[in-house]
């Protein structure tokens, strides 16, 4: 079955099980930290709601000793022109009202929404790949929320000077949005280069400049 919403012609066997979970919650398997770096063999899944309930999903998704080949991807902030988190933040920074989040020191694990789907279809053709796949940029473990928010500005043509308070953060993008926002993980895509991936957008800036050109 051909998957053309995702932008690519790549064929999905029936033999394959594919899950991509919602971004807020994939990469919050891991527990936030400013300084650990994570890879797909990294420990979590155990310390919170929600890192549990990704806990169980992917073990309902890779049923060991299954014929069908399971994939999980879990993405970090997916950044794309239509809706996401980006869509929130547009306005704010193209009035030059635009900041860090919090104390824009965490870390903000990112992925283009093209670099998502991408790395779908790569999963869906390659019939090794299986098992875990971490959706973030190469550069992700490099980015912070502050970095981010230059970046943005930046590409805009617009300063970045007005922190927003965590309140705000929760009030605007909701209690599960604002944790990944506010708190963050150094995810690393380790596994998913292994495999053969090649990102289209490995970088913040150019992956900027494409969703507000």
């Not at 919403?5 to 994939?26: D, E, F, H, I, Y």
Request: charged share 15%.
């Amino acid at each position: 079955k051909s998957c053309p919403a995702l932008g690519c012609p790549c064929v999905m066997l029936w033999s394959t099980w594919l899950v991509k979970m919602s971004s807020t919650l994939s990469a919050g398997y891991y527990r936030p930290s400013p300084t650990a770096e994570y890879t797909e063999d990294s420990p979590g899944g155990d310390f919170d709601f929600f890192s549990r309930l990704v806990s169980s999903w992917e073990a309902a998704a890779l049923i060991p000793g299954s014929p069908t080949r399971g994939v999980v991807v879990r993405s970090g902030v997916v950044l794309g022109r239509d809706g996401g988190a980006i869509a929130q933040m547009l306005l704010p920074f193209r009035l030059g009202l635009g900041g860090p989040m919090g104390s824009g020191l965490q870390p903000f694990p990112w992925i283009h929404i093209q670099d998502l789907s991408g790395i779908v279809c790569h999963a869906l053709e390659k019939e090794s790949v299986q098992g875990i796949l971490n959706g973030v940029a190469p550069s992700s473990p490099g980015t912070s929320n502050g970095s981010f928010a230059r970046e943005l500005a930046a590409a805009l043509g617009r300063p970045a000077l007005v922190p927003v308070p965590g309140w705000a953060v929760r009030a605007v993008f909701g209690a599960e949005r604002a944790v990944m926002l506010l708190e963050g993980q150094r995810v690393l895509p380790k596994r998913t280069l292994e495999t053969g991936y090649h990102f289209i957008f490995p970088e913040l800036p150019a992956a900027l400049r494409d969703i507000v050109a």
